[in-house]
Nanobody, 125 residues
Framework: VQLQASGGGLVQAGGSLRLSCAASGRTFSYYAMGWFRQAPGKERDFVAA????????HYADSVKGRFTISRDNAKNTVYLQMNSLKPEDAAVFYC???????????????????WGKGTQVTVSS
């Protein structure tokens, strides 16, 4: 499956952005999806994950209550709604996929099989 993330940009602290990740090449609904981020000089970290059905989600503690992951299997797209953005949220955001039609969500970099190119999120203070 090929993944293309978009929607990044520059936003003031407290603002919102919605990232999108469009999938192609395989049956999107067979894949668990996730968002990860990587700030300069840091490791790639888990942000949010969603099962193939959308019924199961999981978030990093740092984004709980501010970010929401969702998916539209008819549109082959997964979203990350980011509210109340903080300067420490700034990073390159990546979407990722792992084959599996279960309610298990994947929260580790090594657990993902496919990666898209990232989209830059910059938050000004």
């Amino acid at each position: 499956v090929q993944l293309q993330a978009s929607g990044g940009g520059l936003v003031q602290a407290g603002g919102s952005l919605r990232l999108s990740c469009a999938a192609s090449g395989r049956t999107f609904s067979y894949y668990a999806m996730g968002w990860f981020r990587q700030a300069p000089g840091k490791e790639r970290d888990f942000v949010a994950a969603i099962s193939w059905s959308g019924h199961s989600t999981h978030y990093a503690d740092s984004v709980k209550g501010r970010f929401t992951i969702s998916r539209d299997n008819a549109k082959n797209t997964v979203y990350l709604q980011m509210n109340s953005l903080k300067p420490e949220d700034a990073a390159v955001f990546y979407c990722a996929a792992r084959f599996g039609r279960t309610e298990v969500v994947v929260t580790t970099v090594d657990g993902m099989e496919y990666w898209g190119k990232g989209t830059q999120v910059t938050v000004s203070s």
